[in-house]
């Protein structure tokens, strides 16, 4: 499989070969055989990258560019700041609904990087922490964004989490199986590149992006764990590769909500 540094750089390739940045997202459908589980993984991991939303939606494609404004920023970190605090509403609920010991306790340490691993002698604090500092060097106070409103297609998207996970029961499908969040480690290496470098936010107000880069190798390789135990059979594997095909959609939704934001703060 390719080295994170090969993938970065196939990720800049990719944003600077976009001509016109998708409209709606974009997943095809399910294998119509079954894959044996590795030939499976190695399929979905590349459809997921290929497809996925933090390449190929308008406000990414944007960042990357540099062409968003200082307040289509600020705008934006208001927005994901309530996303970043429900992740770890959503990751608790994935522990509590875990089948196994082992997979409890591996889901677990996921929780406890997003929630502050400084709270168990670790390097990095609570990733809403670190979006704070985010924040605070695109010149906002971190009251400012604590205190902000969700905007409508933002609640949206919160209370859809909320019900997703609340409904979920022992030995489900996680509701974030993980495969994805490895675009993470590939792709904010590349943004923090794009804000440091067009946008002149202090490197020190960019830790989420590494905090959040390094914590997701471990939490996509959790992911692939899981799709290698549980995709055994045709029908596991299309339920798999459909769970993932709704996330993308739910994710572009939710970028929809900063791409609207930005557009309303100039």
Excluded at 62 to 72: A, I, N, Y
Excluded at 114 to 134: I, N, T
Excluded at 178 to 188: L, P
Aim: charged share 25%; with cysteine.
């Amino acid at each position: 499989m390719a080295s994170f540094t090969e993938l970065r750089n196939r990720a800049k390739k990719m944003y600077q070969d976009i001509q016109t940045p998708w409209s709606y997202p974009r997943f095809p459908d399910p294998p119509r055989e079954f894959l044996p589980p590795e030939k499976f993984l190695e399929l979905v991991s590349e459809t997921v990258l290929t497809h996925h939303t933090k390449i190929n939606h308008p406000f990414c494609v944007k960042l990357v560019r540099g062409e968003w404004s200082l307040k289509q920023l600020q705008a934006w970190a208001k927005q994901d700041y309530h996303a970043k605090v429900q992740t770890l509403r959503n990751d608790a609920y994935i522990v509590a609904t875990a089948p196994t010991l082992d997979e409890l306790q591996e889901q677990l340490k996921v929780l406890l990087s997003e929630s502050g691993e400084d709270l168990a002698g670790g390097k990095y604090p609570s990733h809403p922490e670190l979006w704070l500092r985010f924040a605070e060097g695109l010149g906002l106070k971190r009251e400012e964004v604590v205190r902000s409103e969700p905007s409508p297609l933002m609640q949206v998207v919160l209370d859809a989490e909320r019900y997703k996970s609340m409904k979920q029961n022992v030995g489900d499908l996680p509701a974030n199986l993980r495969v994805g969040e490895k675009i993470n480690a590939v792709v904010h290496p590349v943004w923090a590149e794009a804000l440091r470098d067009k946008y002149h936010v202090p490197d020190a107000a960019l830790e989420f992006f590494a905090a959040h880069g390094e914590a997701d190798q471990d939490h996509g390789k959790l992911g692939e764990q899981i799709v290698l135990k549980r995709a055994v059979s045709y029908d596991a594997q299309r339920a798999i590769w459909l769970h993932l095909k709704r996330s993308q959609g739910k994710q572009w939704v939710t970028y929809d909500a900063f791409y609207q934001a930005a557009l309303q703060a100039e």
